[in-house]
């Protein structure tokens, strides 16, 4: 028996040599994790999914579908809870990096998790008044009358106990087009993102707002900036686990450390640091028909938020000489509508993930996160980050010179042993495999 096939009970993510068997196997275990019938089981191997009928319907002047590869992270344990973590990305070493770090971190007890209640924030925009503050004092007295007229009792989410919790004000007293008034909808939208519940809110109360304000809404749209709803995520790893064939596990953590601190204060290296972070949970939210583009913005304004770009991750050496990583970063994700319930992959993805609600997965995101984070800075701070790099992508190479099937393999020993991983290279090796053609 294996890791799966023990049920709910004593499962496990981790599976040694899982990138060594064949597609077809790796697929089987999936299902069987799962619970995968035949036409999901065909949906992973790109025999079914989405098609370009489905596509003319999501987007708007469809001329076909664009597929990306899906791989599966595992060994992550996170609160407790083993999980297997679909992830769609074009770029090598992301996956592999993500089990890799999971497995240190597995060592040392797993990840911890929390999220926040998922707050989103809806902004109403409010112009020509003649009093910012003044404005903010009419629109506060008609607080409850906002609350109510946005918590229509009809709206699914209000029905399954989400909804408007509160107004915040932020008089502006200057800007480039003269004073205005801003009013936050803090907007519990459950296991939604939640953009167009928030967007629909705002929309509702703006006339109110206009008319208490005594001025002229103009932009009524949700903030991606969810500094509501956060995800916080933390791991420790003794330091004999952090080891290397060369370097013993203090002097790793001292260098990741030392990593560390330099992307926590200077902004360009802070950049490529929060971009490997991003690599992971960009990863999950495409597998899972999330919108990546919102946690990008909302990542990085958040890093900003001081007033200068810093890392989103910190890495420090606690009293035991174990490493310590922890990150905090909003989070705006979700288990129901939009492209997860419509794309038949990211239904797929959702249901290997198991996940009970957006702010689990927020968890599961974030986890994947930290776990890129820390193979990529570990690399970085030991044998650079382009010996496994370019390992993996001397397989990219081999396939667009024209090698196929077993012949991949060879033509990336033969430029691995030449360290001589170019394209060019590649085509000539291949020229020498194949029988000249006549």
């Not at 200077?266 to 990863?283: E, F, I, Q, S």
């Not at 190479?397 to 033969?414: F, H, Y």
């Not at 000539?428 to 495999?433: G, N």
Request: with cysteine; charged share 20%.
């Amino acid at each position: 028996m294996t890791q799966l096939s023990q049920g709910n009970k004593r499962r496990s993510s981790r599976i040694p040599g899982f990138y060594q068997r064949p597609l077809p196997d790796r697929v089987a275990l999936i299902a069987q994790w799962a619970g995968l019938d035949a036409n999901e089981q065909a949906t992973l191997l790109g025999i079914t999914g989405l098609n370009a009928t489905q596509a003319d319907q999501m987007i708007e002047n469809v001329i076909g579908v664009f597929g990306l590869p899906m791989g599966v992270a595992i060994n992550f344990l996170i609160n407790g809870k083993d999980y297997l973590i679909p992830m769609v990305v074009e770029e090598p070493s992301v996956v592999a990096a993500c089990s890799f770090a999971a497995k240190l971190v597995r060592s040392g007890g797993g990840f911890t998790a929390v999220s926040d209640d998922p707050i989103m924030i809806g902004q109403i925009q409010v112009l020509d008044v003649d009093n910012v503050y003044a404005a903010a004092g009419r629109v506060w007295d008609i607080r409850n009358q906002l609350l109510e007229a946005a918590n229509d009792p009809t709206l699914t989410i209000v029905k399954q106990g989400g909804g408007a919790r509160d107004i915040e004000l932020r008089p502006i007293p200057e800007s480039p087009v003269g004073p205005m008034l801003i009013v936050h909808l803090l907007y519990d939208v459950r296991d939604a993102m939640g953009a167009n519940a928030v967007n629909t809110a705002c929309e509702r109360i703006a006339p109110l707002i206009q008319e208490a304000a005594r001025g002229r809404v103009n932009l009524r749209i949700l903030s991606n900036l969810t500094d509501r709803r956060k995800v916080k995520v933390s791991c420790t790893i003794p330091a004999d686990i952090m080891a290397t064939d060369q370097l013993p596990g203090s002097q790793v953590i001292r260098s990741i450390v030392e990593a560390a601190a330099f992307a926590e204060v200077d902004p360009y290296r802070a950049a490529t640091h929060n971009k490997g972070v991003l690599n992971g949970m960009d990863a999950v939210c495409i597998a899972t028909g999330n919108d990546w583009r919102a946690l990008e913005a909302g990542a990085h304004a958040y890093a900003a938020r001081s007033g200068c770009y810093r890392s989103l991750t910190r890495w420090t050496e606690d009293d035991s000489g174990s490493l310590r990583g922890e990150m905090e970063a909003p989070l705006a994700v979700g288990t129901v509508g939009g492209a997860t319930r419509v794309h038949p992959t990211a239904r797929v993805a959702m249901k290997i993930l198991g996940v009970k609600s957006a702010r689990e997965l927020a968890e599961v995101i974030g986890a994947v996160g930290l776990a890129q984070n820390l193979a990529a800075i570990r690399a970085l701070a030991t044998e650079g980050i382009q010996r496994g790099h370019m390992n993996l992508h001397a397989r990219q190479l081999a396939i667009a010179a024209g090698a196929s099937g077993e012949m991949v393999a060879e033509v990336v020993e033969r430029m691995i042993a030449e360290q001589n991983i170019r394209l060019e290279r590649a085509k000539e090796i291949v020229a020498e495999m194949r029988p000249t053609q006549k």
